[in-house]
């Protein structure tokens, strides 16, 4: 958990940070788009080969040479300004953060006893917002000039590998590189619920964090207002996530699935209605807290769904949907907003939380 923590604040930091040298640089926005399209094209590329990776390495030594790889792309970005060059690092990059993350999301599951999943998930994505958080409030602190945010990054990001020691000598790390992985396909079509849901709840959490603050100000409020329509989602999304994983180890994932998308469904309805009302910030909080919950519903299918050995094949497989719902996700919000301005990306998320409310049903007639 303190490891993906780490890498969740610098995620969320790199990608405004070239951004926003990009466009100082007079890049087109074209452009600027497809270089933070490279991590999720990347994972959805190489993601196949992390559980081999994992296998032959194991958990610790995944961890170090993803942690080792992304380092090194962070001080070379300033040293190597040529936009090839970006593109090559944030593709290498994207990879790298990539196998942090997935071995770091499966050595949590892998642990957590049934009884407490829910729990235990629920406050791993809770650490995970609350970092991914203040990826942008350290731009702040930091600001965009010259080498010194990339080596502060890229020394911030060496801070990952601090507790892998303590945890292997504590002896709690798992050893998926004693057993053959399962095909991803087959990982796919044994738990399909939890897969579709992180397609959809990638799709909708990249949609909110770039359109919402469009949204709000073709809606008429001010830059400042709008912006902060996405924090009380951020707010919301980290304070509801142990109180969604208690749920999830009293209820059935599917009963909690469908509240979540009932809630996805209804807070985008209601939004046009109280988008200059002081009831917007109660209808955020709340629609971010289940929204989010999406996440932690389906990360603790997942868990429950493979065996500890599978889990390696299993997560990449679930990491790979979410990050295509990451890439697609924003191509639909923008293309609906563009026929139907503004409340086209209203309507993606309403359907998106009714899709989730179906593949609850369908979960529970599986149980």
């Known amino acids: 958990m303190a490891s993906v923590g780490v890498v969740a604040l610098i995620y969320s930091l790199v990608g405004p940070l070239l951004s926003v040298n990009l466009e100082r640089r007079g ?46 792309c962070l001080v070379l970005f ?3 300004p040529a936009l090839p060059a970006w593109f090559a690092l944030r593709f290498i990059m994207g990879i790298s953060i990539g196998v942090i993350w997935i071995v770091s999301e499966t050595w949590v599951n892998a642990l957590a006893p049934d009884h407490a999943r829910g729990k235990i998930i629920g406050i791993y994505v ?6 991914s958080a203040g990826g942008p409030l350290l731009i ?61 709840h990638g799709g909708t959490m990249v949609v909110n964090m770039t359109l919402l603050p469009v949204y709000g100000m073709r809606m008429g409020l001010s ?10 989602l951020i707010v919301g999304g980290m304070a509801a996530q142990i109180p969604v994983g208690h749920l999830l180890d009293r209820f059935n994932a599917g009963r909690v699935l469908m509240f979540s998308g009932t809630v996805q469904a209804i807070g985008a309805a209601l939004l046009p209605f109280s988008i200059d009302n002081p009831s917007i910030w109660i209808l955020l909080l709340v629609w971010g807290g289940f929204g989010n919950g999406i996440y932690t ?3 603790t299918m ?12 299993a997560n990449t497989i679930f990491t790979m949907f979410w990050e295509f719902g990451a890439f697609v996700g924003p191509l639909l919000g923008g293309a609906a907003m563009w026929l139907w301005d503004p409340h086209g990306m209203i309507a993606v998320s309403v359907v998106a939380g009714l899709l ?6 369908r979960a529970l007639r599986v149980v």
């Open 27 to 72: 890049i087109d926005s074209f452009t600027n788009g497809a270089l933070a399209a490279m991590p999720p094209i990347a994972v959805l590329l190489c993601g196949v080969f992390v559980p081999m990776l994992v296998r032959r390495l194991g958990a610790i030594a995944s961890i170090v040479a993803g942690t080792a790889v992304a380092v090194l």
């Open 78 to 80: 300033p040293l190597l």
């Open 126 to 131: 809770t650490v995970l917002s609350g970092c």
């Open 140 to 200: 702040g602190v930091l600001g965009v000039e010259g080498a010194v945010p990339f080596f502060v990054s890229a020394a911030i990001l060496a801070l990952a590998l601090l507790p892998v020691p303590i945890a292997a000598a504590g002896g709690s790390v798992p050893t998926f590189h004693h057993h053959e992985s399962i095909p991803l396909l087959q990982a796919a079509r044994r738990a399909p619920v939890p897969m579709i849901a992180a397609v959809i």
């Open 223 to 232: 830059e400042a207002q709008a912006v902060s329509l996405v924090t009380a």
């Open 297 to 299: 519903t389906s990360l």
């Open 302 to 313: 997942l868990g429950r769904a493979f065996t500890k050995e599978e889990l390696p094949s």
């Open 356 to 361: 989730l409310v179906m593949l609850g049903v």
